[in-house]
């Protein structure tokens, strides 16, 4: 516990640090707040623009959770079909690599086209860039099972779907988190990403990405620093809510998700 | 004189173009027998118990377990692995429950069963406990609850206690033949342990390697039931040093 305290202290202390440095440079090279706003100045207008500012935070975090999610369920059942048939896994998977490696940037302009802007679409974009890591962590933990373990579920005569449900399926659940880990993030970024393009029908009601844009046209940096503090959060929360989850299904039978304490 | 329960006629098994592991075996083995398998590394000690599970098809010949194909068998057979193989994700009372529940008996019964059964091998204490909270010793007994937990007529046991300390290898040993008297099942085995092959078994088959064969039949006609002190006679002391010579002979082949 109190080497927690001195950890939680520690990391206190680089921020207050690098706040500290910004405050200095700014003084230091007086550079002017339209390329460089003060973190008092950053910190009033996200007080005083707070509504806005939330307003942008909920739809981005709508659009990258309803990614992330769907992107779990349809990336689940995808990696149960190639742990069962060999053939669909050897045709398909090299495709889902390609999932990964197709530069979001520059497909999300042809998303926005083909199926129109706003919500759903954001949405689509994060859901198409979180697929391929849940994919391709949860297929390893199905076909990574110990063969004697499946030996074990065909001497009782097991019948395929009793091996994939009660046995690949528990099995590959640490590796679905190490998935939903990597997702979490970048459906974030893909959410922020899709805004770029996606714009919105009125103003000030976009998420994240829109506001960025705009704020960045408007010469609005305080506000931009404001709306970027605001997305790294949203990053940051949902990676420890999926920590959370992790450590709430798996602490008790699992060797990695032991109390942190032990860590 | 009744029909063999495992009845291998000149079966021969490899894998690939790598040659055979098993040629020409003829194994006979009778109901209510304990029959340990020991050989040098290789000698396809392991695939014996595959191919009596139907795990793995014979290349050649025929097997018949209790006169049926042993994938029709199977139903009252149970595997021990080297491993406790147990889930995780599952307490206790859940992996020793396992075939039961596989097999479709309803939650009720299951419990009935799983708790007598845990009784039985000294867990009733730790039935709610997860494997990672439990010793290697405490996991191989889950191992054999769940195994006894369908009540089958033959037991193969493919070196169980091979990961375990001296200690809890030789308690398990002594409980082991203690649930056979009790159950009345058939026991095949496979050790390393020239020891733990004495102390055990019925009948000792050394088996020789390249290609894995049968080098030699040897019965071990100490009394039943067998405890801890028979390892300190002399007879004991004996029949170990005899079954290592006959050991030696099949990896000097």
Redesign the interface.
């Known amino acids: 516990m109190k080497q927690r305290l001195i950890t939680v202290a520690n990391a206190t202390a680089v921020f207050a640090g690098l706040l500290l440095i910004w405050q200095l440079v700014l003084w230091v090279f007086h550079v002017p707040p339209y390329m460089l706003p003060s973190p008092v100045a950053v910190s009033r207008v996200a007080i005083n623009r707070s509504s806005s500012l939330l307003a942008s935070l909920s739809i981005t975090a709508l659009e990258s959770a309803g990614g992330l999610i769907a992107s779990i369920i349809v990336g689940v059942v995808i990696a149960l079909v190639f742990a069962q048939f060999r053939w669909v896994r050897r045709t398909l998977y090299p495709y889902t690599i390609l999932l990964q490696t197709v530069p979001i940037v520059a497909v999300a302009p042809l998303i926005l086209m083909w199926i129109g802007g706003g919500t759903p679409a954001v949405a689509f974009i994060a859901f198409v860039i979180s697929l391929a890591p849940i994919i391709a962590n949860t297929t390893q933990g199905l076909i990574s099972v ?1 063969e ?2 499946v ?8 019948s395929p779907a ?1 091996i994939l449900f ?2 690949r399926l ?2 590959a ?1 640490p590796s679905l988190f190490v998935g939903i880990r990597i997702a979490s993030g970048i459906a974030v970024i893909g959410a922020i990403t899709g805004e770029l393009y996606a714009g919105s029908s009125r103003v000030g009601a976009g998420g994240l990405g829109y506001s960025i844009l705009y704020a960045s046209s408007q010469l609005q940096t305080d506000y931009l620093f404001a709306l970027v503090a605001a997305a790294t959060v949203l990053g940051f929360a949902f990676f420890f809510l999926v920590m959370f989850f992790e450590w709430y299904f798996l602490h ?4 990695s998700a032991r109390a942190p304490e032990t860590a | 004189m009744m029909p063999p329960q495992i009845d291998f006629s000149n079966v021969s098994k490899g894998y690939g173009n790598s040659g055979m592991v098993l040629q020409g075996l003829d194994l006979k083995i009778q109901k209510g027998e304990f029959v340990t398998l020991i050989g040098p590394s290789g000698c396809g000690k392991s695939t014996v118990l595959k191919l009596i599970a139907g795990l793995t098809p014979p290349t050649e010949g025929t097997i018949k377990v209790n006169g049926m194909a042993p994938r029709d068998a199977r139903e009252t057979v149970s595997f021990i692995f080297q491993d406790a193989t147990l889930l995780p994700w599952r307490p206790v009372e859940q992996n020793v429950g396992l075939g039961l529940e596989l097999d479709g008996i309803n939650k009720a019964q299951r419990r009935e069963k799983t708790e007598a059964l845990l009784r039985l091998v000294g867990l009733e204490k730790v039935a709610n406990f997860y494997p990672r909270e439990l010793s290697g010793g405490m996991k191989m007994r889950v191992s054999i609850a769940r195994a006894l937990a369908t009540s089958p007529k033959l037991l193969l046991m493919d070196e169980p206690f091979a990961a375990l300390d001296e200690m809890s290898r030789d308690r398990l040993n002594e409980e082991l033949l203690r649930l056979k008297a009790e159950q009345g099942w058939t026991g095949v085995f496979v050790t390393h342990s020239v020891e733990e092959a004495v102390f055990l078994s019925s009948e000792i088959i050394v088996l020789a390697t390249h290609p894995g064969r049968i080098h030699k039949v040897f019965a071990i006609d100490l009394p039943f039931p067998r405890t801890v002190t028979l390892r300190e006679t002399a007879e004991f002391g004996a029949l170990v040093a005899k079954v290592s010579h006959i050991l030696r002979g099949a990896i000097a082949q």
């Open positions: 110990e004697n373990l030996h074990l579920f065909l001497m009782h005569n097991a009793q009660k046995l528990p099995y659940v008790r039978w699992h060797e």
